[in-house]
């Protein structure tokens, strides 16, 4: 079992083509609520560690995923893209961290949460584990693998779809590829995974069954993820539309409660980085996007588009288009005005 430790480096696998997009565009690459995927995973992980980010990309989207996402992050270019297991192996030469943990994120995965992460952290930790899993729960049957646990709750194996027994088909508690590892351990047992003899690949899951052989029931842990779709995978556009409306929602849900009115919130759309003040009002139709601040009791829309800008106290601005521009507080913007880069007094 490996010893609790305040080290911490995180890897994205962003490799994967993403074929089901259908677009020129790498598929970590594609918007959600004004912002790539990737980057809103990069947010997360920035949330949970202060080392560089390191980021396995396929040799094709590197140039164009680097200069989306800045430089200072460590890229790692998987020649031959062979499963999870050999991406984050491929990973861990790049990592400047010689113990603690790992933990392991995915580029397409942009609902995930830095509290969850945290808290998977702190369940590692806590019991000591070599491999803490993030879980959730979904109705059988589905294709993900399945978390397997003995008769007294502990992880014993994931078991892929496919492979599942009767019994094993009706598990809902399934595998969101998200985890957490002691690096030292990492880097021994990755390099003892087998390719899998359908497809030829190496994958992470295999981790499970190689960590209870090395240390026994307990060193394994699923979590339960609070908020199901924390695990949530975009694989096609289909799946990017709901992501983003999971994320809206999330925001909407996290105004009102801190003292915002939307009284229409399914026919609004504002991104998480957005910051409006109390007793605001958004009114349907707008959007409000970037890194744009309103104040205290503001009237927004409706229909108001707002980028990258910041409203004083007390500002009414209905069907207008504000775009990096600065309103002073009190103002009333007359229905149709354009703004772009104009700081209004």
């Known amino acids: 079992m490996t010893h609790p430790s305040q080290t911490r480096s995180v890897v994205i696998l962003a490799a994967g083509d993403g074929t089901r997009m259908r677009s020129a565009t790498p598929k970590v690459l594609h918007h959600l609520a004004g912002r790539p995927m990737l980057s809103r995973i990069i947010d997360v992980a920035q949330h949970v560690s202060s080392a560089p980010i390191c980021i396995v990309v396929a040799p094709h989207t590197h140039q164009t995923i680097q200069a989306i996402c800045a430089t200072q992050h460590v890229y790692v270019a998987q020649q031959e893209r062979r499963g999870t297991g050999h991406a984050l192996l491929q990973a861990l030469p790049a990592l400047d961290a010689v113990a603690g943990d790992v933990v392991v994120l995915f580029g397409d995965t942009p609902l995930i949460q830095h509290s969850t992460i945290s808290a998977l952290l702190a369940d590692k930790e806590a019991n000591g584990a070599a491999l803490s899993i993030l879980s ?67 994958y992470l899951t295999d981790l499970v069954a190689m960590a209870v052989a090395d240390f026994g029931l307990g060193a394994v842990r699923a979590l339960h993820a609070a908020d199901p779709n924390d695990a949530w ?14 994320l809206l929602t999330r925001t909407c849900t996290a105004l009102m409660a801190s003292g915002v009115t939307i009284p229409f919130p399914q026919q609004v759309a504002i991104a998480p980085e957005v910051r409006i003040g109390a007793d605001s ?44 521009s600065t309103i002073d507080q009190n103002s009333r913007i007359a229905p149709y005005t354009t703004l772009v880069g104009v700081a209004r007094p």
């Open 233 to 246: 995978g975009v694989n096609d556009r289909s799946q990017l539309a709901a992501a983003e409306a999971m």
């Open 281 to 324: 009002v958004v009114l349907p139709g707008s959007v409000v996007m970037g890194q744009t601040v309103i104040g205290d009791a503001c009237v927004i829309g409706p229909h108001t588009s707002i980028d990258d800008s910041t409203i004083g106290n007390g500002c009414v601005v209905p069907h207008s288009s504000i775009k990096n």
């Open 136 to 202: 959730f729960d979904v109705p059988a049957p589905h294709q993900y693998g399945r978390i397997v646990r003995n008769d007294a709750g502990q992880v014993t194996a994931i078991v892929e779809s496919k492979n599942c027994t009767p019994a094993q088909s009706t598990i809902r508690e399934a595998n969101s590829g998200i985890m957490v590892l002691s690096l030292v351990w990492a880097r021994a047992a990755l390099p003892r995974i087998t390719p899998n003899p359908l497809t030829n690949e190496y």
